[in-house]
């Protein structure tokens, strides 16, 4: 089958977890939602492999012109109930694919994406080894994107440091996954926060999967988000979504400088709900992690605030993850996604999974990054049974957020669940952080829009 550029070529996707691990109660479960970015019906193909690389079954369908797919493994044929798989999705049209998974037993969830472009390199700019009395703890899970067998490097930097402090290696069979659990004692020297690369010798995917209180029942969080690329590191780094005490949701900016000097750093946040600018600058020293915690170390946001931001260094690259958590008496919820560069937006942008349902509701939050108003029209795919498509046409101011929460800005009847493709029909060009939440399990999920050329 013919892959495509915006394909998802690889992705990890995480089945039932197993006893043993940190993640040793409760349920774990996987949901794939694929959107067809064109006006051409086609075949998707989703195949599993186990941890020694071998065929642990597949999942076939047509998907229909612009239109969405759900593949909710407990309910699927393929892969084997009580396991943990990689997978690699395949089509004939060009696709956008995401990835959730979600413990209701616990009370985590979170989402990612997959990657169309597998790199021998991946950088993690934000891992944890028992962090805040042991309440953090990081899961790297690394997919060989290759048919050969290879060997791969791990390396951990604690904060500040330029010299890894533990470094691990695993052999990974074709296209299987390994999971480097940064809890384990082998990594003490590690943490209690830093980075992590993973070399190989051919292409990989990855993912860093942050869990807070694992093992226990206690407020539980669980963020994730996808490895970086070399080339995915910059001077200006976008984020679609933060906040600051907004219905208790609160945000962490992490900063990783990826290069040799000290540079300053400039954050410059822009109201969705409360209009205005408020900017605020840190220095980094060379391969040195910071944060801009938005309660604590922002000087001048108001409380109740969200909106969108921009990063910017003075004389170095960095790579920026935004991680967000809610914290209530009855429970605690957290989601991160991966910083984009100012290079990654297009007019057309793909949302894979967006809902308003009873239980899970969707926030679209649209960045205009064109400096005139955007005219944008979002077309929402049903892969809800007897809930039809809808239409949307909004505008978003020039250099704003927007954000379309859809139980009562969208357009969608209730009960809806698909997929939303979003287009600036006057060329203004977007980035969108689609936002999740599930509020009688106490969840959340978010995820960065899949960028694309407009056919």
Not at 2 to 20: C, M
Not at 107 to 134: A, E, M, W
Not at 300 to 324: E, F, K, N, R
């Amino acid at each position: 089958m013919k892959r495509l550029s915006f394909v998802l070529l690889v992705t990890i996707v995480v089945g039932l977890f197993g006893a043993g691990s940190v993640f040793a109660q409760g349920t774990w479960n996987t949901g794939i939602d694929i959107q067809n970015l064109t006006g051409t019906a086609g075949t998707v193909t989703v195949a599993f492999y186990n941890a020694d690389g071998s065929d642990a079954g597949s999942l076939n369908s047509a998907i229909d012109a612009w239109g969405s797919l759900n593949f909710y493994l407990p309910l699927e044929s393929a892969p084997p109930e009580g396991g943990q798989y990689s997978a690699v999705v395949s089509s004939d049209v060009m696709v956008g694919v995401t990835s959730s998974q979600a413990n209701y037993d616990l009370g985590g969830s979170d989402i990612y994406l997959g990657t169309s472009q597998p790199q021998d390199k991946l950088n993690f700019p934000l891992v944890y080894r028992n962090h805040t009395s042991g309440n953090w703890n990081t899961k790297l899970v690394i997919q060989n994107a290759s048919d050969t067998a290879q060997t791969v490097t791990l390396s951990l930097y604690s904060v500040g440091e330029t010299a890894p402090d533990a470094t691990d290696t695993a052999t990974i069979q074709p296209y299987a996954a390994y999971v480097f659990d940064i809890a384990d004692a082998e990594y003490a020297a590690f943490g209690p926060y830093g980075s992590a690369v993973v070399e190989g010798t051919a292409p990989l995917a990855g993912v860093a999967d942050n869990i807070r209180n694992p093992g226990t029942r206690v407020n539980v969080i669980e963020s994730s988000y996808r490895a970086f690329g070399d080339a995915q590191a910059g001077d200006e780094v976008i984020l679609p979504l933060v906040y600051k005490n907004y219905n208790l949701w609160t945000t962490g900016v992490n900063l990783f400088n990826a290069g040799d000097i000290s540079t300053t750093v400039t954050i410059t946040y822009t109201g969705t709900n409360i209009p205005g600018t408020v900017v605020d600058t840190i220095e980094l020293g060379p391969n040195a992690m910071g944060i801009f915690y938005t309660p604590v170390n922002t000087t001048g946001l108001p409380d109740s605030w969200y909106g969108s931001a921009v990063v910017t260094s003075s004389d170095t690259d960095l790579y920026v993850v935004v991680a967000s958590q809610r914290y209530r008496t009855t429970g605690a919820e957290g989601v991160a996604y991966e910083g984009s560069l100012r290079s990654e937006a297009t007019a057309c942008v793909s949302l894979p999974v967006v809902h308003n349902r009873t239980t899970w509701k969707t926030g679209i939050n649209i960045l205009n990054m064109g400096g005139v108003d955007a005219n944008v029209t979002i077309n929402y795919a049903s892969s809800a049974v007897g809930i039809p498509d809808a239409t949307q046409n909004i505008v978003v101011p020039a250099n704003s957020p927007l954000t379309v929460y859809m139980p009562t800005d969208g357009t969608t009847g209730l009960g809806f669940y698909g997929a939303a493709d979003v287009k600036s029909t006057n060329g203004q060009f977007l980035l969108i952080n689609a936002a999740h939440s599930r509020a009688d399990q106490g969840v959340g999920t978010n995820f960065v829009g899949i960028n694309y050329t407009c056919p």
